[in-house]
């Protein structure tokens, strides 16, 4: 029987904005190739758009109708079969999308213990401002929030026509993130496999 440790981690990477004309699927594209380059990650590109969630949440205790359970099918398991997570996220009014807000409180057990990095991209703050205001949210949902990020500033002109970033700098800092997300992932992994996390 392999070790847990032998597969590659599981990487769910959301795109967290819904607005049309959104830059997003161009960062998570760069994203996705850059995952595909090494061999201790493979990812999943969850789409808020592609897979919108309802936003109507029922009582304690009420049954989701089958509409909302049809819409939340397309999105719960592959965030409980993550072993980590990329949040791609723009910055809106200094802080992040309803969407992806919308997609953090629908889950609860799929977060927990498990690693949760960033990229962001804006205007001048680059979408920082967005990430700070997640790093509590997912705490309160028992996920590890990795220090290191990738941002983009004024990222309309940072990338080439194919979707690749300008300055080779990202490269660098995108390495960095992934490094210690694959830190964390496998530490953690191992963590809840040796005991189930009860947070």
């Given at each position: ?10 990487v769910?990477?959301?795109v967290?904005?819904?607005r ?23 990812v ?19 049954q ?9 099918g397309?999105?719960t398991?592959?965030?409980a ?15 992040y ?6 997609a953090?409180?629908?889950h ?15 205007g001048?703050?680059?979408g920082?401002r ?8 997912l ?10 990020t ?6 309309g002109?940072?990338?080439d ?19 210690q ?14 005991r189930?996390y009860t947070g």
């Amino acid at each position: 029987m392999s070790d847990v440790n032998d597969s590659p981690l599981r990487v769910a990477a959301l795109v967290g904005s819904t607005r049309d004309g959104r830059f997003g699927p161009v960062v998570a594209d760069w994203l996705k190739d850059r995952i595909a380059q090494r061999d201790d990650m493979e990812v999943d590109i969850v789409d808020l758009v592609e897979t919108p969630l309802p936003t109507v949440m029922p009582a304690f205790g009420q049954q989701l109708p089958d509409e909302q359970r049809a819409l939340l099918g397309a999105v719960t398991p592959r965030l409980a079969d993550a072993d980590a997570f990329v949040i791609i996220t723009p910055e809106y009014n200094h802080s992040y999308p309803a969407a992806l807000k919308n997609a953090i409180d629908w889950h609860n057990p799929q977060w927990h213990a498990k690693p949760v990095a960033f990229v962001s991209y804006g205007g001048i703050s680059g979408g920082l401002r967005a990430v700070e205001h997640l790093r509590p949210v997912l705490a309160e949902v028992h996920a590890t929030t990795i220090r290191n990020t990738v941002s983009f500033h004024n990222y309309g002109d940072k990338f080439d026509p194919n979707g690749v970033p300008l300055d080779p700098e990202c490269e660098v800092a995108v390495k960095a993130l992934l490094d210690q997300l694959a830190w964390w992932g496998q530490a953690l992994r191992a963590a809840r496999a040796a005991r189930p996390y009860t947070g």
